[in-house]
């Protein structure tokens, strides 16, 4: 695990980019989870997620490695894609990102607009990210994982600006993709020395880290189909579930009516959005209410970027 030296370093580094985003205490959230709340809002980064942390310290240490580098190439639902094209652009790179058939229009856009050539390929993240690595053979790019060392480095970072403003949680829920968000906030927490316990949340419908973690072993499915597609991993990253095993807590799992639901109670109660992934935690959270009462809890909103139509689906469901 990376030393607090070395996460510093790191947050530095992000942070000539971007601000510390803010944790907050929203009375609404508190008095419905009966505990006290404090949400990181990883949605109010520039691209709209925790992503781009880890974007900005792998991109610039490859360019540090390797001057001559002229394009880079990653697979993705949406939010790493923009990291990615992000920090290519203001490195002087091109960008180039595959995303699955019946990706999230409004992601490519976005994705688009940062100035990375979109790719469609495949049927799910799976998929996608053959065809990224069969094109960056091809293309003589260089792929960007979506989960390494220097990424969690990066986003330990919001860890860092979260546990040092409220140092005495008893409890913070991460979302999990393919691990980077999670990782980061264990290093973060084992860095600092804190007691806090760190609890993964996954999709019902993508629950390859709460199997892997109950059987103590790598455990892929077949499908993930959900629509926190932040979270639709279907093959866990053995790098990333080895941190996970030994540094989180527990994992759960939670519906898609919990997700819409959370998505729904974080506009109600703090008018901000979420998207699935980013409210996922709240939807855990919920579930283990009971459980919870009374501790102080945090939460990271890990994103807010989701498309127009699930949204209103959302607000309109329950």
């Known amino acids: 695990m990376p030393s607090l030296a070395e996460l510093e370093d790191a947050a530095a580094l992000v942070h000539r980019t971007m601000p ?58 949406g939010n790493h894609g923009q990291s990615v094209a992000f920090a290519a652009r203001a490195l002087g790179m091109t960008a180039t990102v595959v995303a699955p058939h019946g990706n999230s229009v409004e992601k490519n856009n976005a994705m688009r607009a940062l100035g990375a050539e979109i790719v469609e390929a495949g049927h799910d993240f799976g998929a996608a990210f053959e065809q990224a690595t069969a094109l960056a053979e091809q293309r003589g790019l260089h792929m960007v994982p979506s989960f390494d060392p220097l990424l969690v480095k990066g986003v330990a970072s919001y860890g860092l600006e979260l546990m040092r403003a409220v140092p005495d949680l008893d409890t913070i829920y991460v979302p999990i993709g393919l691990g980077s968000g999670i ?70 799992s939670v519906s898609e009516d919990e997700i819409l639901a959370a998505m729904r109670h ?10 699935g992934a980013g409210a996922a935690a709240l939807a855990a959270l919920l579930k283990e209410r009971d459980r919870m009462q009374g501790m102080k809890v945090g939460l990271i909103l890990s994103g807010g970027n989701l498309d127009r139509d699930l949204y209103l689906r959302a607000l309109d469901s329950g």
Not at 39 to 61: C, D, Q
Not at 266 to 275: G, K, L, Q, R, V
Request: aromatic letters at 6%.
């Open 183 to 252: 990782c980061g906030t264990i290093a973060a927490r084992d860095a600092l020395g804190l007691a806090t316990k760190v609890v993964g949340v996954v999709a019902e419908q993508a629950a390859a880290y709460a199997l892997s973690f109950e059987a103590g072993r790598s455990i892929s499915t077949n499908a993930a189909d959900t629509l926190a597609d932040g979270m639709a991993v279907r093959v866990p990253d053995a790098g990333a579930l080895d941190i996970i095993m030994t540094g989180a807590e527990r994992v759960v």
């Open 266 to 275: 974080y506009f109600s109660d703090t008018h901000n959005i979420a998207e």
């Open 20 to 77: 510390p985003t803010p944790e907050r205490c929203w009375p609404l959230l508190a008095e419905r989870h009966g505990c006290e709340l404090w949400v990181k809002h990883e949605n109010h980064t520039p691209i709209g997620s925790f992503k781009l942390r880890g974007g900005l310290v792998y991109m610039a240490e490859i360019k540090r490695r390797d001057a001559a580098l002229e394009g880079v190439i990653a697979a993705t639902r």
